[in-house]
């Protein structure tokens, strides 16, 4: 080991320590990119090198109901949608152009693949607006990740905890509602299983009710997260090595990291909608 | 903040900016969106169905238009078959009729010449008898009389007529 290498190791082990106070003193971690400090919310945007807004703190009924940043994008997000879907809804007859054209196809995309196809083409119609609503609003949210000084909603673990809990109101009504209150309870216990395994079944049922909704929220937050750190860590590495060497390296990985990320913010968007339409099916018609 | 925390004030904001997302969306993008493309597609499948209902109306309508061309080239093929055998019968029976008037004339030209030759043979034979009986008077002028005459010509005459009978 020559000694630029324990140089370098020592300035790791510098900048974990600086990430590891996350962003109580994200001032101090001189020698490293804070990660944590980039990744969890804040009530401050800040704009570097331009300078940084400090959001309005609310606090109502002794909730701390402050605008966050992520709150900030996250109606970042839901007026660009509204901008986009609402003059297009206005569009007479049907023939879209220009970017509608693109909205469009993922409009029926969601329609025909995600929803028809799992629940069922009659069946299904009345779910479409929920899940398309779902899909946009978490696909604008991860890509809003991906602009510069922007940040992902969804890598937040309230956002998906809300969007899942959706998910999961919708699935357990459309269960109640489609088969009844009691052949719905039913259903916790499979048809053909011995009466004496009902005190494990109907535990696991509940559990397995409450999980498919909790793996969403942790998928799409793990998922949103996940790209963002291996993006810091790799710009990181410029910081901590400070070796010209590194930079062609890091920022080549940093934009196939960021690639992959694009293609993960629309695969997540996908994949969120797609289990909740499998879940209501599944609920419509318990075994 | 911490990475893993999920602040209230988050929680609160997210569940309402989904519903009044989900609400404007649902009543005035989704519902007009969704409408409009069920509307167009219903009709391009209108149209694609009117085009296949023409296409097989066209094609029954070519079939039966292509049956009626071959009925009538049959029957046109018939009636000039028909019209070849008239006339093919015609011209036998114009041919037939025309060979029995020239038998018949013919015949006619036949008789005619055998009476015209009866009458030559006829004439032929009075005046030979009239030659031979003046001949036979300059003979027997001298030395026959009237009533030897008269006898001998009878003789004569009926040996000549039971001859030529």
């Known amino acids: 080991m020559t000694i630029q290498d324990e140089h370098a190791v020592d300035t790791l082990h510098q900048a974990a320590g600086a990430a590891a106070h996350g962003a109580a003193d994200a001032h101090g971690a001189e020698e490293g990119v804070d990660i944590v400090h980039h990744l969890a919310d804040s009530h401050v945007m800040e704009f570097p090198p ?90 604008f949210m991860n890509l809003l990740g991906l602009v510069p000084y922007g940040g992902t909603p969804t890598g937040n673990l309230a956002v998906t905890g809300v969007l899942a809990l959706f998910s999961m109101v919708v699935i357990e009504i459309s269960g109640i509602v489609v088969n009844g209150p009691v052949r719905y309870a039913k259903s916790l216990v499979p048809e053909g299983v011995p009466l004496f395994l009902a005190p494990i079944m109907i535990p696991i049922e509940i559990i397995g009710h409450f999980a498919k909704p909790f793996a969403l929220m942790i998928r799409l937050f793990a998922n949103m997260t996940a790209g963002h750190v291996v993006i810091l860590s790799m710009l990181g590495l410029i910081f901590l090595l400070k070796a010209w060497l590194v930079v062609p390296i890091s920022v080549g990985f940093a934009l196939f990291i960021f690639l992959l990320e694009l293609l993960i913010a629309f695969i997540q968007a996908y994949i969120f909608s797609v289990l909740t339409a499998v879940f209501i099916n599944l609920s419509r018609h318990p075994h | ?63 039966e238009h292509q049956q009626r061309l071959a009925e009538a080239r049959a029957e046109g093929n018939r009636i000039l078959d028909e019209a070849r055998q008239a006339g093919e019968h015609m011209k036998k029976d114009i041919l037939e009729k025309a060979r029995g008037e020239s038998e018949k004339v013919l015949e006619r030209a036949h008789r005619q010449m055998e009476l015209e030759t009866e009458q030559a043979i006829q004439t032929i034979r009075t005046q030979a008898a009239d030659l031979a009986l003046r001949a036979a008077e300059k003979i027997l002028e001298r030395s026959l009389t009237g009533a030897d005459h008269r006898r001998l010509a009878d003789e004569a005459l009926a040996e000549l007529v039971e001859r030529g009978g």
């Open chain 1, 50 to 139: 331009f300078g940084e807004i400090h959001l309005p703190e609310i606090h109502l009924f002794g909730l701390d109901l402050s605008i966050t940043k992520y709150t900030v994008y996250m109606w970042i997000a839901a007026a660009l949608l509204l901008l986009i879907l609402l003059p297009m809804a206005r569009r007479r007859g049907g023939v879209y152009h220009g970017i509608y054209n693109a909205f469009e196809a993922l409009i029926v995309y969601v329609r025909d693949e995600i929803v028809y196809a799992n629940i069922g083409r009659e069946d299904g119609r009345p779910y479409v607006p929920f899940i398309a609503t779902l899909f946009f609003f978490i696909l």
């Open chain 2, 1 to 63: 903040m911490d990475l893993l925390s999920a602040e209230p004030g988050l929680i609160v904001w997210t569940i309402v900016t989904f519903l009044l997302l989900l609400g404007i969306l649902w009543k005035f993008a989704w519902n007009p969106i969704l409408g409009a493309l069920d509307a167009r597609e219903a009709a391009i499948q209108k149209t694609i169905d009117d085009a296949e209902r023409l296409q097989a109306e066209a094609e029954a309508v070519l079939k």
